[in-house]
């Protein structure tokens, strides 16, 4: 005997898969109508996703729309800077990578997925925004932090990107290192502060963002982190905790790279009035609204929620990402710091 209500659910199934079949390869059917949506691929640090996602992307697509009548979507993904690289070593398909630190940018060079130091002709050398590390603490302060200095106190735990994964977290330790060797002028004291510092870092987490969550769930008394991770917190009234500004700190300054093997040649035109729309004076405001600071220094003037920093450095002031990589992250925080921390 039939079973008919069994058949009737077998049709309506193959009659579904085939019309989402169908539905899937239409675009190239003949004499289909291929007007399908042009794509940017983009990877980015992990701080970025709000502004890229929920502002500076749906700019652009107005942007594109009105100049060209064509629609553009963005396939994005944000990370831990150095995980992003290394996604993108691998053969990731991001045709655009904004990047924490040029040193990410150098490891493309170096691995062939970059042909030379192209960022460096792009406005600003490449670098897109900036912002300062600071430091942030629970409400009221219980532990008095003012300064780095206070971070070496025993019984301070502090939260902390790795510096293994996350871009952020190498800017953290020149801050760390630098606003001493800056004050004082002495090397030696320099590696007591960052030692002091590390001595107290009780968990790591893969990227800034990570990290942020962490403290937010309840773990440790501060975080070490960019002043836009935190403003862009209390801009929507979520801001548990209290800013702390450090008399010296450095300014982290992101870079965006372009990956040419990656872009079809279709494809040049939209690509590079994308990245010419990054340092125009909307997407620079764009930036500024989320809490990051703008290479166009006027943009910047009488913004209530920048905090004001006596000594705000670069890392040129440290030699460039080279020099800094080598004398500071290698052979001071990973041949000695880290040595010493660990044999505790």
Same mark, same amino acid.
């Given at each position: 005997? $039939?079973?008919?209500?069994?058949?009737?659910?077998?049709?309506?199934?193959?009659?579904?898969?085939?019309?989402?079949?169908?539905?899937?390869?239409?675009?190239?059917?003949?004499?289909?109508?291929?007007?399908?949506?042009?794509?940017?691929?983009?990877?980015?640090?992990?701080?970025?996703? /709000?502004?890229?996602?929920?502002?500076?992307?749906?700019?652009?697509?107005?942007?594109?729309?009105?100049?060209?009548?064509?629609?553009?979507?963005?396939?994005?993904?944000?990370?831990?800077?150095?995980?992003?690289?290394?996604?993108?070593?691998?053969?990731?398909?991001?045709?655009?990578?904004?990047?924490?630190?040029?040193?990410?940018?150098?490891?493309?060079?170096?691995?062939?997925?970059?042909?030379?130091?192209?960022?460096?002709?792009?406005?600003?050398?490449?670098?897109?925004?900036?912002? *300062?590390? $600071?430091?942030?603490?629970?409400?009221?302060?219980?532990?008095?932090?003012?300064?780095?200095?206070?971070?070496?106190?025993?019984?301070?735990?502090?939260?902390?990107?790795?510096?293994?994964?996350?871009?952020?977290?190498?800017?953290?330790?020149?801050?760390?290192?630098?606003?001493?060797?800056?004050?004082?002028?002495? *090397?030696?004291?320099?590696?007591?502060?960052?030692?002091?510092?590390?001595?107290?870092?009780?968990?790591?987490?893969?990227?800034?963002?990570?990290?942020?969550?962490?403290?937010?769930?309840?773990?440790?008394?501060?975080?070490?982190?960019?002043?836009?991770?935190?403003?862009?917190?209390?801009?929507?009234?979520?801001?548990?905790? /209290?800013?702390?500004?450090?008399?010296?700190?450095?300014?982290?300054?992101?870079?965006?790279?372009?990956?040419?093997?990656?872009? *079809?040649?279709?494809?040049? /035109?939209?690509?590079?009035?994308?990245?010419?729309?990054?340092?125009?004076?909307?997407?620079?405001?764009?930036?500024?609204?989320?809490?990051?600071?703008?290479?166009?220094?006027?943009?910047?003037?009488?913004?209530?929620?920048?905090?004001?920093?006596?000594? *705000?450095?670069?890392?040129?002031?440290?030699?460039?990402?080279?020099?800094?990589?080598?004398?500071?992250?290698?052979?001071?925080?990973?041949?000695?710091?880290?040595?010493?921390?660990?044999?505790?």
């Amino acid at each position: 005997m $039939i079973n008919w209500r069994l058949l009737s659910r077998q049709v309506v199934l193959y009659l579904a898969v085939g019309g989402l079949a169908l539905y899937a390869v239409w675009p190239w059917l003949p004499g289909a109508n291929r007007a399908q949506p042009r794509t940017i691929v983009v990877y980015g640090f992990s701080i970025l996703g /709000e502004v890229m996602n929920d502002g500076v992307f749906p700019a652009f697509q107005e942007h594109w729309k009105a100049r060209t009548g064509e629609d553009v979507e963005f396939i994005s993904s944000f990370g831990g800077s150095g995980t992003v690289t290394n996604q993108i070593i691998l053969g990731v398909p991001a045709e655009v990578a904004i990047l924490s630190l040029e040193l990410d940018a150098l490891r493309l060079v170096e691995s062939g997925r970059v042909d030379g130091s192209t960022w460096r002709e792009l406005p600003h050398g490449g670098i897109l925004n900036r912002t *300062p590390f $600071i430091i942030l603490v629970r409400p009221g302060n219980p532990r008095q932090i003012t300064d780095f200095a206070d971070l070496t106190q025993p019984g301070v735990g502090i939260i902390h990107p790795d510096p293994l994964t996350s871009g952020g977290a190498q800017w953290a330790i020149l801050a760390e290192y630098g606003s001493e060797l800056r004050e004082t002028g002495d *090397p030696a004291r320099a590696y007591e502060q960052l030692l002091g510092i590390w001595q107290n870092v009780t968990s790591q987490a893969s990227s800034a963002r990570a990290a942020r969550t962490q403290f937010q769930s309840g773990f440790g008394d501060v975080l070490i982190t960019y002043e836009q991770e935190v403003t862009y917190d209390m801009l929507r009234g979520q801001l548990e905790g /209290e800013i702390v500004y450090p008399k010296s700190t450095i300014l982290s300054e992101h870079v965006v790279v372009v990956i040419d093997d990656n872009i *079809p040649r279709a494809d040049r /035109e939209l690509i590079d009035a994308f990245v010419d729309f990054l340092w125009s004076e909307e997407a620079q405001r764009i930036f500024v609204e989320y809490g990051f600071r703008s290479v166009d220094e006027t943009l910047n003037v009488d913004v209530p929620y920048f905090g004001v920093i006596d000594d *705000p450095f670069t890392v040129a002031d440290m030699g460039g990402w080279p020099e800094a990589k080598r004398e500071i992250i290698d052979a001071i925080w990973k041949d000695r710091v880290l040595q010493e921390v660990g044999n505790e």
